[in-house]
C-alpha cells in the first residue's frame, strides 16, 4: 500500500499543504536571492528564490558535485525579466535534510524525479519551465518525459540522459570507460570512505576535469563545497553511481517508474539542449539523441571554453535558453 501512494504522488497526486519558511538571510550568500525551507515528500527541502512570487516559474536543477551557486548569475537575469525561480539543493546535498531518519539515503533517477515532483506540489507550482544540468539534467528530462503536462518547457545541458539498469550493465568501449572512473571508485567500500574521508578534494578534481577550461577560485569551490558537509551526501552520492551499474538495489515504490524509463521514453515538451565546447565530463553526442525530442526542439553549442558546469561558465547563454524555450 505504501509503495502505490508514493506512486501515485509522482502520478498525479493532489498538491500538498506545506508553507516556505524563509532560512536565516546568512544562509543565502547568492545575489538578490533568498533561501527558503519548505516540506515537500520525503524531504526538508531548502531552496534560492528570485523573482516576483506571481511570475512564471523556472525550477533550477544542480547536479554532483555541485549546488544551487551554480545559478547565482541565472537566477538575477531571469528574475529581471519577471520569472520566478526556484533552486532547490538535492537530496543530499546542503541544508536539504530527510524527513524521517528511517527514509531510504536513496540516489536512484527516479528517487530524484520525484522530489522535483513533491517540490512543485508543495510550492504549488502547477506547471514550470525545468532547467538543469547533470543529476538535474536528468531529472527535468524525466519529469518531462513522464510527467509533461506538469512541464513549460525543458533546458538540458548534455541532452538526454534517460537510462536504466540494464543500460548501465552494458560495457561502453574503453575510451569511454575510463571517463567514467569515479564511478567504479564509488563501487568498492575504498570508494565510499575515501570520498567520506577527502570530499573537498575529490569534487575539486571533478571540477578541473570536467570543466578544463574554466579558471574557478578557491572562493568560488568553497561556496559550493559547503553543501557537501550534507550528513547525507555521501551516501546519496554512492548509491547513484552503485545503482546505475546494477550494484544497490532502489525502492520498490519505484519500480513502475525505472520500468517505464528504460524504454527510453520520448520528449515532446519545448526543448533546448545546450553542450559547452569543452566539457571534460561523458556526455553524448547531441546527434545521438535529437530523435528524442519529439517537440519544438533546438541544440545550441556553447563556445569559448564552457565545460560541465555550463550556468556558470555560461550564465547568459544558459537564462537565453530558458527565456526562449519559453516563447510561444
Same mark, same amino acid.
Given at each position: 500500500m505504501v509503495e502505490n501512494i508514493d506512486r501515485r504522488r509522482f502520478l498525479g497526486a493532489a498538491a500538498l499543504t506545506a508553507l516556505a519558511a524563509p532560512l536565516a538571510p546568512a544562509a543565502s550568500g547568492m545575489p538578490g536571492s533568498t533561501l527558503k525551507r519548505v516540506q515537500a515528500g520525503l524531504l526538508d527541502v531548502a531552496y534560492a528564490g528570485w523573482g516576483p512570487a506571481a511570475g512564471p516559474p523556472v525550477i533550477l536543477l544542480?547536479?554532483? $558535485?555541485?549546488?544551487?551557486?551554480?545559478?547565482?548569475?541565472?537566477?538575477?537575469i531571469l528574475a529581471?525579466?519577471?520569472y520566478r525561480v526556484v533552486a $532547490?539543493?538535492?537530496r543530499g546535498y546542503? $541544508?536539504?535534510r530527510f524527513r524521517s531518519p528511517d527514509t531510504m539515503r536513496n540516489g536512484q533517477p527516479a528517487a530524484l524525479a520525484a522530489d522535483v515532483i513533491d517540490l512543485m506540489d508543495a510550492l504549488r507550482i502547477r506547471r514550470a519551465t525545468l532547467a538543469g544540468f547533470d543529476w538535474g539534467a536528468r531529472s527535468?528530462?524525466?519529469?518531462?518525459a513522464l510527467r509533461p503536462e506538469r512541464v513549460a518547457g525543458l533546458v538540458a545541458v548534455s541532452g538526454y540522459l534517460i537510462g536504466s539498469q540494464a543500460a548501465g550493465r552494458k560495457p561502453l568501449p574503453p575510451e569511454a570507460e575510463h571517463q567514467w572512473w569515479y564511478q567504479y571508485y564509488f563501487a568498492t567500500e575504498r570508494g565510499r570512505l575515501g570520498y567520506e574521508q577527502d570530499r573537498r578534494a575529490f569534487n575539486k578534481l571533478i571540477w578541473k576535469l570536467a570543466s578544463p577550461r574554466w579558471a574557478f577560485?578557491?572562493?568560488?569551490?568553497? %561556496?559550493?563545497?559547503?553543501?557537501?558537509?550534507n550528513p547525507d551526501h555521501v551516501a546519496i552520492v554512492v548509491h547513484n553511481y552503485r545503482? %546505475?551499474?546494477?550494484?544497490?538495489?532502489? /525502492?520498490p515504490r519505484y519500480d513502475d517508474l525505472e520500468r517505464r524509463l528504460a524504454g527510453a521514453p520520448t520528449i515532446a515538451v519545448p526543448t533546448i539542449t545546450l553542450e559547452g565546447d569543452a566539457n571534460g565530463a561523458p556526455h553524448p553526442d547531441p546527434a545521438?539523441?535529437?530523435?528524442?525530442?519529439?517537440?519544438?526542439? /533546438?541544440h545550441r553549442t556553447i563556445e569559448g571554453g564552457i565545460g560541465h558546469n555550463l550556468p556558470k561558465e555560461a550564465p547568459a547563454a544558459f537564462a537565453k535558453a530558458v527565456l526562449d524555450v519559453t516563447k510561444p
Open positions: 544542480h547536479g554532483w $558535485p555541485y549546488d544551487v551557486h551554480a545559478f547565482d548569475e541565472v537566477g538575477p529581471g525579466q519577471g $532547490p539543493y538535492l546542503g $541544508p536539504t527535468a528530462d524525466i519529469v518531462a577560485d578557491d572562493a568560488t569551490f568553497e %561556496r559550493s563545497a559547503a553543501a557537501f558537509d545503482w %546505475r551499474l546494477g550494484l544497490a538495489e532502489g /525502492e545521438a539523441y535529437a530523435a528524442k525530442f519529439i517537440g519544438r526542439y /533546438e
